[in-house]
Each structure stands twice: as structure tokens, then as C-alpha cells.
């Protein structure tokens, strides 16, 4: 268990409506990264930060943005929901000082945008 | 042609079988490789790492291939709580420091009784 829990667990929201997704993790660990993961699809990265206020853009960031202003905890917000950010959402870090290696991921968000 | 490529399945066996998944990849900038297992409606979960000269975890041996570029998953004695998606994820280095981890689609598993 590396700690990490994930809120809301399920969300419905509406089409053009904000939307934030928290990541909290208790074991101090510098990487943390948010995924969604679609059918037909693996994990895609959406963001990653390497420590508090440092963060880089994934493969699928455009509509997402991030905030990590305490070590523990990684905020993912949609800033306009659109029906294709309907996914699963889940957070994930990585142990040690290296980043992209074992990662370890919170239970996942389920969002639907209506 | 995606980065990670598996075999969705299912595969359905019966308890006590040996099953193996195959997982190719097509980047030689590929440094580290992972099975991961996802049940229904959960987070993945790191299975095992999967090191050059293979290694093994009681009913589980992972094999990596890198002429060929391919990693394996061998599972012996298959029981019913085996049945899951297996995810095969390599780490591919763009230069320098910059790395990605990169998932497979998965390769679901029905383990009968």
C-alpha cells in the first residue's frame, strides 16, 4: 500500500463546469503523475510533477491543468469539462529519487461529463 | 504502430494451466520493463519488474527479449484469482533525462474452475 488516496472516487458534471481531482499521499515521495485511462487505450500521462510547484506537461495535458503546492498532495483540474474527459482518472508516484520507474497507483476517479 | 503492443485476449484457461502473455514494444530507447495487473474496476498493480537476465516470483516468470524487443509473462498453475488484466509497461528514455513510462492495452485473463 503506498499511501495514496484519491477524491472524489466518482464525479457527474456537466459540459463547460470545472472540475478538480485531488491526489493525497502520506510517504513524501517527490513524484507524483496523473493518468486517464480509456478503452482501447493504456494509461495515458496527463501531468507529472518532480517536486512542490514543479510540474511538465504528458502526452494528453491539453484541457488539464495542475497544481502541487504541498508535497502530499497533486491537483488535477479540468478547466472547462468536455465529454471526451469523460475517462478514469488515476494518480500514481514513484519511490526513491527516480522518476518513470516502479510506479504505484491511487484507486482511481471516475468522471463522467454529461 | 503503438509503442506497446499486447495480445487483448481473453485468454481462457482452466485452474492449474501454465499460460503465457507476450508484449512487444518498438522503441530500442527502452530501458525498463513491468508487468503491471489490473482487476475489474481497480488500479494497476505492480506485479513484477522484468530484469535482462529474467526472474521469477513463485508461479511467475517474466523473460525480456531485447534482439527481438519482446518481454514475457509466464504464469504456472493458474488459479482463479489470477483472472485480470495484465498491463506490460516499458520506460522509454528520449535523451537526456527525459523519460516515459509507456502502457500496454492489456491482456485480459479468465482462469476457469
Known amino acids: 500500500d503506498a499511501g495514496i488516496t484519491q477524491s472524489p472516487r466518482h464525479k457527474v458534471t456537466e459540459t463547460g463546469t470545472p472540475v478538480t481531482l485531488r491526489c493525497h499521499q502520506t510517504e513524501n515521495h517527490r513524484y507524483m503523475y496523473w493518468y486517464r485511462q480509456d478503452p482501447g487505450h493504456g494509461l495515458r500521462l496527463i501531468h507529472y510533477s518532480y517536486g512542490v510547484k514543479d510540474t511538465d506537461k504528458g502526452e494528453v495535458s491539453d484541457g488539464y491543468s495542475v497544481s502541487r503546492s504541498k508535497t502530499e498532495d497533486f491537483l488535477l483540474t479540468l478547466e472547462s469539462a468536455t465529454s471526451s474527459q469523460t475517462s478514469v482518472y488515476f494518480c500514481?508516484?514513484?519511490?526513491?529519487?527516480?522518476?518513470?520507474?516502479?510506479?504505484?497507483f491511487g484507486p482511481g476517479t471516475r468522471l463522467t461529463v454529461t | 504502430r503503438k509503442e506497446v503492443e499486447q495480445d487483448p485476449g481473453p485468454f481462457n484457461v482452466p485452474e492449474g494451466a501454465t499460460v503465457a502473455f507476450n508484449c512487444t514494444y518498438s522503441n530500442s530507447a527502452s530501458q525498463s520493463f513491468f508487468w503491471y495487473r489490473q482487476d475489474c474496476r481497480k488500479e494497476p498493480k505492480l506485479l513484477m519488474s522484468?530484469?535482462?537476465s529474467g526472474n521469477e516470483d513463485g508461479r511467475f516468470t517474466a523473460q525480456l527479449n531485447r534482439a527481438s524487443q519482446y518481454i514475457s509473462l509466464l504464469i504456472r498453475d493458474s488459479k482463479l484469482s489470477d483472472s485480470a488484466t495484465y498491463l506490460c509497461?516499458?520506460?522509454?528514455?528520449?535523451?537526456?533525462?527525459?523519460?516515459?513510462?509507456?502502457f500496454g492495452t492489456g491482456t485480459l485473463l479468465a482462469v476457469q474452475p
Open positions: 522484468v530484469y535482462s
Open positions: 500514481a508516484i514513484s519511490e526513491g529519487q527516480e522518476s518513470f520507474y516502479e510506479q504505484y
Open positions: 509497461v516499458v520506460n522509454i528514455n528520449y535523451g537526456g533525462a527525459t523519460n516515459k513510462l509507456i
